[in-house]
């Protein structure tokens, strides 16, 4: 089902001017900005800075002196948390421009980013609560002369890059947190989606946090986040994007040794036995390939069907694709937005052709959409899929479904582990057993039984495998954002090494 994209919904839309957030002070850069084209409607809708490399270093040292020698780190955990609280509360007040921003920047359902925007609210809060438990660690077991302290401090400097997939959302998995922990930060949205990243600058100042604690250095990857990624100023880089950019973070960070916390790719698997409740699934396996155009590190791209369910299941998945409403993000109907960008269709459209190259067949969809302006991909399944084809090993982005079967448990968990990827999986049966064996076996960092896709900020998220290294959210978020330091105290007078003879 289409929703025709409103050809005068932005007409009257002045372009917003993003500047930079260096050392407490807004900046527009030298070069001539950035401009975003709306990938639903086809005009410039924003114009961010263009930041050069002499910003970032800038903004590195701004932090760095506001970690060295400001009050955010010295301040209580209590003075923290009720500042990151009122960036909540604040985020909250101004959750329809941040949505609206999110959704005509990258093409977003306004209706779902809305749900971002509250999401990100609960994280803040989540984080901000968390500020309060980060303790050490005390033994006083160690004998009569002995008192160990274990001191969580916080590390430093941290670089947060993110990408354009969930602009707002992927920002509060990491700031909020390396606030709470009393770290610095310099953060580069992606040049695609800069505009809610820069308000939320806006927000931290009115919410209290000191000038130079959060930097916003908008830009290109090339320029600002590679030395975000290098400078040895930088502690801690924590990064949302594709494996291949991740990679070589983590070789940057490499010569200074900086901790890296990395949230990549996945290409992640529902496995389907034939006792499941399927019209829950059917459900769950649209939402999990086609929620946010499939342009999201948890799509559930690959079903893997018991063989004896396969041929009823592809034909109801499609029936289903039929009636999802794809078009104007700006309509509140819209639950399928537009693609991020016209290059970005051609990649995807090429793993289809790939794939039906090789044997695979369309089962629905198959290919762009005209909906009179923007860039918009129709759902798509794609069955007769084997591990080996492209199509099931690497990430799509979009919103293709790529079917493959399985006869035994084994092999399906067999082909679930067959790729570089680990970053979550879905399980369907009615069997406690056999969800179990499933979620013990797959090599991902989040398993679903029974549902997909689901999260909160309790529940810790990264991946296995080439999908990431670390986790973001859940209990253990502010810890990584800290050093452990012992204090090993003697108590009395110490037993000497050298001891005189005697004789
Ligand atoms: P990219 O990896 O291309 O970009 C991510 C960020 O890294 C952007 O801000 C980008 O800047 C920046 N970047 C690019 N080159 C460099 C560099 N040399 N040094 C430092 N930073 C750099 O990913 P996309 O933005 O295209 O996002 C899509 C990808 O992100 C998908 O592959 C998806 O799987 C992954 N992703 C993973 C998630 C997870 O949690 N596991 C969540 C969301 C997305 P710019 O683009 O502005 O130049």
Redesign the pocket.
Known sequence: MTVLVNPTALANHKAREFGMLIGGKWEQGTGAPIERIAPSHGVVVSRVAAGSKADAERAIKAARDAFEEGPWPRLTASERSAILLKAADLIAARSEELAFLDAIEAGKPISQVRGEIAGSVDIWRYAAALARSLHGESYNTLGDGTLGVVLREAIGVVSI??????PFL?VAQKLPFALAAGCTAVV?????TSGSTVVLGEILLEAGVPAGVVNIVT????EV??V??SHPHVDVVS????????R??MA?AAQTLKKVSL????KNPQIVFPDADLDAFIDAAVFGAYFNAG???NAGSRLILHRSIAESVISRVAELAQKVRVGDPLDPTTQVGAIITPQHLEKINGFVDGALKTGAEVAHGGGGLDLGMGQFMAPTILSGVTPDMAVARE?V?GPVLSVLTFDTAAEAISIANSIDYG?SAGVWSRDFDTCLTIGRKVKAGTIWMNTFMDGASELP?G?YKQ??LGRELGLHAVEDYTETKTLNMHIGSRTNWWVPKTE
């Open positions: 890059i993110t990408p354009w997939n969930f992927i580069k949205p992606s040049e695609l830009g290109t990857g090339p986040g590679a975000m990624t990064f949302t994007g594709s494996t291949g950019v991740g070589l973070t940057n949230e990549l790719g996945g342009e999201c590190c990430e982005f970053l998220f991946g999908s990431g």
